[in-house]
C-alpha cells in the first residue's frame, strides 16, 4: 500500500486545515472549502470532512458523523518531549501525559474540533 487515506469528521474546515498544517507539519493536498480539505505527511493522507461534505452527512437513520472520538492517526516523532513542549506552547490541548510503553512513548493531544492524533516516539 502506497498511501493511507483517514477521514477525520471537523466543524470548520478551513480552521483543521490551518491546524494540521501549521502544527503538525501537514502539506495542502485539495481545497474545497468551506466543506472538504485534504493534507498530507509522508503516505498519510488526511481527509478533513464539514457539515458540507458528503463524510458530514446524515445517516438514514438521522444520526450525524461528529468529531472527537478515540480512533486516531499516529505520527512517529524522534523527540516526543520537544514535540510535546512546542505544540503546549502553541495552547494544543493533550488528552494525558507521557505514557511510557512496552515500544514507545505516546501521548494524544486533540485536534481544534476534539479529534485524537498520537505522537508516538518508538524505544
Avoid: C, H
Avoid at 478533513?48 to 472520538?69: C, Q, T, Y
Avoid at 507521557?98 to 476534539?114: H, N, Y
Amino acid at each position: 500500500m502506497a498511501s493511507v487515506s483517514i477521514r477525520y469528521i471537523v466543524d470548520d474546515v478551513a480552521k483543521a486545515r490551518d491546524f494540521y498544517l501549521g502544527q503538525l507539519g501537514f502539506a495542502p493536498d485539495v481545497d474545497a472549502l468551506p466543506a472538504f480539505a485534504s493534507v498530507t505527511r509522508g503516505d498519510l493522507r488526511l481527509l478533513l470532512s464539514g457539515p458540507l461534505s458528503s463524510g458530514g452527512k446524515p445517516m438514514p437513520d438521522g444520526r450525524r458523523p461528529v468529531s472527537g472520538g478515540w480512533n486516531r492517526l499516529l505520527l512517529v516523532v524522534d523527540n516526543i518531549e520537544a514535540e510535546v513542549a512546542r505544540l503546549k506552547k502553541a495552547g494544543v490541548a493533550f488528552r494525558n501525559e507521557l505514557l511510557p510503553g512496552v515500544g514507545g512513548t505516546q501521548i494524544l493531544l486533540e485536534d481544534p474540533f476534539g479529534n485524537p492524533v498520537e505522537l508516538f516516539q518508538p524505544k
